[in-house]
């Protein structure tokens, strides 16, 4: 069993930035990633990360947001910068491999003015 423990989300302005982290209670060998639900949407990958380092991104971040991973500290990051009122959503934070996928409780993040 993967505990993973989301920080860092909040309520920031249009054009804020904040950054979100990841923390996973043993070595992940697959990819982690985030995903994120706005209100009345389904759940959407935001961007993900293998342990090599390769990146993925959904059109909608490209430019804006950047994945990236420690995996000495178990630990991925989302950089979220020119954050808007769309991106308001709980991120859940991911981790999978071969037959097996954990997830995160989830943070809030609101881009309110």
Wanted: proline fraction near 3%.
């Amino acid at each position: 069993q993967v505990q993973l423990v989301e920080s860092g989300g909040g309520l920031v302005q249009p054009g804020g930035s904040l950054r979100l982290s990841c923390a996973a209670s043993r070595n992940i060998f697959g990819t982690m990633g985030w995903y994120r639900r706005a209100p009345g949407e389904q759940r959407e990958l935001v961007a993900d990360i293998t342990r090599d380092g390769t990146t993925n991104y959904t059109d909608s971040v490209k430019g804006r947001f950047t994945i990236s991973r420690d995996n000495a500290k178990n630990t991925v990051y989302l950089e979220m910068n020119s954050l808007e009122p769309e991106d308001t959503a709980v991120y859940y934070c991911n981790a999978r491999g071969l037959g097996w996928g954990y997830w995160g409780q989830g943070t809030q993040v609101t881009v309110s003015s």
